[in-house]
């Protein structure tokens, strides 16, 4: 049998078992290692004896494998990211942040579920984990919703979908997991996600408020505020922009020259920054506890399905998987943005049955390369591609596109990771009615997506600044 067919076979059974309610991480790892072996025992011969010789191999590459990549210097970014929006939690910039915007757009139609999206996107711009920016703000947005009539409902519903945006703005984990996996720089992708990040949740605002003028009583909005009480929100908010400011100061140097540090330094900087405010805020040490001990959880979430995955990736490699998608899909006779279309399509659908960094690890392998194909290769120049843009700027439109699939996919179900986490967060309410309230957001993200398909500008202006 080619390895081909063994590598289609393996994964078809992979995908099998997850849908069946296996975790990614170690259907992946166990998929990768059977593959592996499978592979090098038709190299060797289908004989018992070379069977013992196909699986010390196999063992090899899959022990080696892992450790090699996820002892990057890259990937220290996550628990980093990770833990600036738990420190941010405790130094209370989170309730700053919510009151904030509560005073500034509350007087809208639906202007305290405005307001809550824009303080989760702002809390976002100091947290790497939609996970957290949604349990957090469950805590904070949704009683004051309830208090002014909002329907429960609808009101997880926007914290779930407002938690999404993390993925988008940096600093984003899943960001710099796609690079990791794409061999991009980091500090463009992180830069490259701020733009859609701000329109994405411009769209949330604006379907809010169209709803709250079609249907009554559905967001009433919350005024009263004076402009005097509204400037002297601001302060208690702005330690948000000076934390961002550092961590982009030390990706790109916008005064120009050199920055002066790595996206690490900058993310453990940004880290640092936080903690002292945290402490300066009074937080104590259980609580110091508590944000190391989530960070941590969170952080070895990640790093085990990157783990898992990568075993597999290793496996695709000697399948020659990847190679053979691109090449079916570069020979298919239709427009490639028409098959980028298809490809973001089923992204939603594998996005019903797999958590998102999952989907992104599994698939980016072998969808990463049929897309750079469709373009026109690595090295093709903004003249002769497919998506009138140069390589380099067409890994960074592709990685956005597909990141927000996957916050798509943080709150479709029946996993949207999302949605269990606030009914988690709260006793009053179920799975199913997260669910319910999320839905409209649907219609918000596929327009963001069709928007940033049809406008690559929003997605590269930032980054070809940095070049």
């Given at each position: 049998?080619?390895?081909?067919?063994?590598?289609?076979?393996?994964?078809?059974?992979?995908?099998?078992?997850?849908?069946?309610?296996?975790?990614?991480?170690?259907?992946?790892?166990?998929?990768?290692?059977?593959?592996?072996?499978?592979?090098?025992?038709?190299?060797?011969?289908?004989?018992?004896?070379?069977?013992?010789?196909?699986?010390?191999?196999?063992?090899?590459?899959?022990?080696?494998?892992?450790?090699?990549?996820?002892?990057?210097?890259?990937?220290?970014?996550?628990?980093?990211?990770?833990?600036?929006?738990?420190?941010?939690?405790?130094?209370?910039?989170?309730?700053?942040?919510?009151?904030?915007?509560?005073?500034?757009?509350?007087?809208?139609?639906?202007?305290?579920?405005?307001?809550?999206?824009?303080?989760?996107?702002?809390?976002?711009?100091?947290?790497?984990?939609?996970?957290?920016?949604a349990a957090v703000f469950a805590r904070i947005a949704i009683p004051e919703m309830l208090k002014v009539g909002y329907d429960k409902r609808f009101a997880a519903g926007v914290v779930a979908a407002g938690g999404t945006l993390a993925s988008l703005i940096p600093p984003s984990a899943i960001l710099v997991i796609y690079a990791i996996i794409?061999?991009?720089?980091?500090?463009?992708?992180?830069?490259?996600?701020?733009?859609?990040?701000?329109?994405?949740?411009?769209?949330?605002?604006?379907?809010?408020?169209?709803?709250?003028?079609?249907?009554?009583?559905?967001?009433?909005?919350?005024?009263?505020?004076?402009?005097?009480?509204?400037?002297?929100?601001?302060?208690?908010?702005?330690?948000?922009?000076?934390?961002?400011?550092?961590?982009?100061?030390?990706?790109?140097?916008?005064?120009?020259?050199?920055?002066?540090?790595?996206?690490?330094?900058?993310?453990?900087?940004?880290?640092?920054?936080?903690?002292?405010?945290?402490?300066?805020?009074?937080?104590?040490?259980?609580?110091?506890?508590?944000?190391?001990?989530?960070?941590?959880?969170?952080?070895?979430?990640?790093?085990?399905?990157?783990?898992?995955?990568?075993?597999?990736?290793?496996?695709?490699?000697?399948?020659?998987?990847?190679?053979?998608?691109?090449?079916?899909?570069?020979?298919?006779?239709?427009?490639?943005?028409?098959?980028?279309?298809?490809?973001?399509?089923?992204?939603?659908?594998?996005?019903?049955?797999?958590?998102?960094?999952?989907?992104?690890?599994?698939?980016?392998?072998?969808?990463?390369?049929?897309?750079?194909?469709?373009?026109?290769?690595?090295?093709?120049?903004?003249?002769?591609?497919?998506?009138?843009?140069?390589?380099?700027?067409?890994?960074?439109?592709?990685?956005?596109?597909?990141?927000?699939?996957?916050?798509?996919?943080?709150?479709?179900?029946?996993?949207?990771?999302?949605?269990?986490?606030?009914?988690?967060?709260?006793?009053?309410?179920?799975?199913?009615?997260?669910?319910?309230?999320?839905?409209?957001?649907?219609?918000?993200?596929?327009?963001?997506?069709?928007?940033?398909?049809?406008?690559?500008?929003?997605?590269?202006?930032?980054?070809?600044?940095?070049?």
């Amino acid at each position: 049998m080619e390895p081909i067919d063994i590598g289609i076979i393996v994964s078809i059974g992979m995908l099998i078992t997850v849908v069946l309610g296996m975790r990614v991480a170690f259907a992946a790892a166990m998929a990768g290692l059977v593959g592996l072996v499978w592979i090098f025992w038709a190299k060797f011969g289908y004989n018992p004896d070379k069977f013992i010789k196909a699986l010390v191999v196999s063992v090899k590459i899959a022990g080696q494998v892992p450790h090699s990549k996820v002892s990057s210097q890259a990937l220290s970014l996550i628990p980093t990211f990770i833990l600036i929006g738990y420190l941010a939690y405790y130094a209370g910039l989170t309730k700053a942040l919510f009151e904030a915007a509560k005073r500034w757009v509350g007087w809208l139609p639906g202007g305290m579920a405005v307001a809550t999206v824009f303080a989760t996107a702002g809390f976002a711009a100091v947290s790497g984990a939609s996970v957290a920016t949604a349990a957090v703000f469950a805590r904070i947005a949704i009683p004051e919703m309830l208090k002014v009539g909002y329907d429960k409902r609808f009101a997880a519903g926007v914290v779930a979908a407002g938690g999404t945006l993390a993925s988008l703005i940096p600093p984003s984990a899943i960001l710099v997991i796609y690079a990791i996996i794409v061999e991009q720089d980091v500090g463009k992708l992180l830069l490259a996600g701020f733009v859609p990040g701000a329109v994405s949740a411009l769209i949330y605002g604006i379907l809010i408020v169209g709803l709250a003028l079609v249907i009554p009583n559905f967001g009433p909005p919350v005024g009263g505020f004076t402009w005097g009480e509204r400037f002297k929100s601001l302060p208690p908010a702005a330690p948000i922009a000076f934390v961002v400011f550092i961590i982009i100061f030390f990706i790109y140097n916008p005064f120009g020259g050199d920055a002066w540090g790595t996206p690490t330094e900058g993310g453990a900087l940004g880290a640092f920054v936080v903690f002292l405010m945290a402490v300066y805020k009074g937080m104590r040490w259980t609580e110091l506890k508590d944000a190391l001990l989530e960070t941590a959880k969170l952080a070895v979430m990640i790093f085990t399905i990157i783990w898992g995955v990568l075993i597999y990736v290793r496996f695709l490699g000697f399948a020659d998987l990847p190679g053979a998608f691109a090449e079916w899909i570069t020979s298919l006779h239709q427009a490639p943005m028409l098959t980028l279309v298809y490809i973001l399509l089923a992204y939603a659908v594998l996005g019903m049955f797999m958590d998102a960094i999952g989907m992104l690890l599994l698939t980016l392998p072998v969808v990463y390369p049929a897309v750079m194909a469709l373009n026109g290769g690595e090295m093709v120049s903004a003249a002769d591609s497919a998506f009138g843009m140069s390589g380099p700027m067409c890994a960074i439109w592709f990685g956005i596109l597909v990141v927000k699939m996957a916050e798509f996919c943080l709150i479709t179900p029946p996993i949207g990771l999302n949605c269990f986490v606030v009914a988690g967060v709260r006793d009053d309410l179920s799975v199913q009615d997260v669910f319910v309230g999320v839905t409209p957001f649907f219609i918000a993200d596929a327009i963001t997506i069709a928007t940033l398909v049809a406008f690559p500008s929003i997605v590269l202006w930032l980054p070809s600044l940095a070049s």
